[in-house]
């Protein structure tokens, strides 16, 4: 038996009080506080659950098990682990004493197919001039960040928006855990690794971003920036990788700038402020945010905005392309909204016409032009 097959076979096994979510597709993440305590997202809204691990021995051979596939550690001097399952799912894992209530283990599930933009007009979360636009900047090669708190759904609207990258370019993808899955054929991922029991063969995100700068890259995809590589990243994408994208943790757009700027400045180059704030203006073309909606569990991208100069203060200026508004709700309470046009245009609105892409407007013809 495959070593994948068996360790497939085990989790089916040490994880089977929670075995029906993890099959459930309407099942979105699972949150297990301590053995007798679980908790699942469900279409965007949280339950409890009746489920429960056998005690808190069975609940750590779990986290164990899975540790010992993916070739990671988890104890008392190193409690807390990031994993993924076989089937590309994220794991998070943290065990006492760090975790007072007993092993917390959460787990995002992974989508099995490919979520693209159409998806997104399905559900309505974007409009088709929305969607048009978001695939027009994408083949013009505009530096997209994605924006939005947690659970928000970044990484799925990333690998939505990727998919009108077009297919002869090679991409060169680094996650902390391998989430994204792309539909161009040219497709590298790299993956971060933490250090072992003697503290070796660590590979952080900045590392492997280096490393991927000599791959030969028409785009870089970072999952979600966390620290200095900020800085790497933002400097590549002004220095010749356009078209990159990158996920942030942030409620608007100057929070989502104002974090890359922030963790920029976490690296170990020495850079005054003003340098950093204007590279990530000059970096940053589009940031797309998207908000989860606690009264339906709705996910929506309620702007996108355009990324202009520093003003006379050094300060940020945006312009808002689509904004999102409200018009009520249905008759099951569900939130009525629509992602509409606010009427300005990008500084880049001839660019379409420029780079041969004005067969690709239809809905959007008000901001090209």
Known sequence: MARQSIFEASLDYFL??????????DVTEIMVNGHQEIYVEKKG???????AFLSEDALQTAVHNIAQYVGREIDRERPIMDARLPDGSRV????????????YLTIRKFKRDIFGLEDYLRLGSLSEAAAEFLDICTKLKKNVLISGGTGTGKTTLLNAISTCIPAEER??????????????????????????????????IRQLFKASLRMRPDRIIVGEVRSGEALDMV???????????????????HDALIRLETLSLMSDVQLPVYVARAQVASAIHLVVQITRFSED????????????VLDSDEQY??????ENQMTGRDADGNLKMSLEMTGKKPSFSKEVVGHGLGHLVKTSADLWG
Do not use: C, W
């Open 171 to 204: 991409l060169v993808v680094i996650e902390d855990s391998s989430e994204l899955k792309l539909g161009q054929p040219h497709s590298l991922y790299l993956e971060a690794q933490q250090r072992d029991s003697s503290g070796r063969g660590e590979l952080t």
């Open 297 to 308: 569990g709705s996910r929506r991208i309620t702007r996108i905005t355009e990324v202009t």
């Open 45 to 51: 809204k949280l339950y409890e659950t009746d489920a």
């Open 92 to 103: 998070h894992a943290v065990i006492p004493p760090s975790a007072r209530g007993g092993t």
């Open 16 to 25: 089977a009080p929670i075995g029906e979510f993890l099959q459930d597709d």
């Open 235 to 253: 400097q590549s994408m002004i220095s010749g990788h356009a078209g990159s994208m990158t996920t942030v943790h942030a409620n608007s757009a």
């Open 317 to 322: 200026t945006f312009h808002d392309l689509f």
